[in-house]
């Protein structure tokens, strides 16, 4: 398959690398043309990795991950252009977050999430969350933890959204451990979940994620 990544981060790197790995071919784009981050990885990638801009990377890929900064993801998408991602899945792995005051960060928007953001300027995409509440090696390796442990997924495409979990499970996921929490509106959770997971991964020192334990029988009244 053919996958756009925008966003020469860490993120967008480690999905890309793992997708390129899986034997699928990757653009990854960057806001300007001939972008050194984007070409060294290229490089350093090798077959089935090429660096482009943000146009060249929705247009070839048939899925395209959004991995920008949350804080501009929307003008990203827009400079991808909304004709090159008509009809297509759109994967937003962002979160908007202001550091600006130190750690934890801060949300920069309640009642809202960069994933509703882009669904509204791209009416035409398919855009699913998911991926966004871990550490990026854990995304597309998840059994660097050996026990079971959660990702959530949520989207207003019931087809998309299959596509999508078929990619996570070709990284590693297992269909009990992705949790489909419903429509897109349900992004504005996850999202949140971000300045409490700063402050866990601060007092562990590192990475982790979430593992759901249901109570057993009835709750208390």
């Known amino acids: 398959m053919k ?6 981060g860490t993120v967008g790197q480690t999905i890309g690398a793992r997708l390129v790995e899986l034997g699928h071919e990757v653009t990854l784009g960057s806001r300007t043309a001939n972008n050194q981050r984007s070409a060294e990885w290229a490089t350093q ?11 060249e990377a929705s247009t070839a890929g048939e899925i395209v991950f959004n991995c920008t900064l949350g804080s501009a993801s929307v003008e990203a998408v827009e400079q991808a252009g909304a004709r090159n991602l ?26 809202d999430s960069v994933a509703e953001q882009i669904q509204r300027a791209l009416p035409e995409t398919k855009v699913v969350k998911t991926l966004n509440t871990m550490w990026s090696g854990l995304m ?12 959530f997924i949520c989207g207003d495409d019931a087809g998309a959204k299959a596509q999508v979990r078929a990619l996570l499970a070709s990284f590693g996921w297992q269909p009990d451990e992705i949790v489909d929490l419903g429509n897109l509106s349900a ?7 971000l300045p409490l997971c700063s402050m866990i991964a601060g007092v562990l020192g590192g990475p982790f994620n979430l593992k759901i334990l249901p109570v057993s029988g009835s709750a208390p009244s």
């Open 187 to 193: 992004a504005r959770a996850v999202e949140a979940w």
């Open 140 to 151: 597309v390796r998840p059994r660097l933890i050996d026990e079971t442990h959660h990702n």
């Open 86 to 111: 008509a009809g297509k899945i759109l994967v937003d792995v962002a979160n908007a977050l202001d550091a600006s005051a130190g750690m934890p960060p801060r949300l920069l928007r309640c009642n």
């Open 45 to 55: 990638t090798g077959a089935g990795a090429r660096a482009g801009t943000f146009a």
């Open 3 to 8: 996958i756009g990544v925008l966003g020469t």
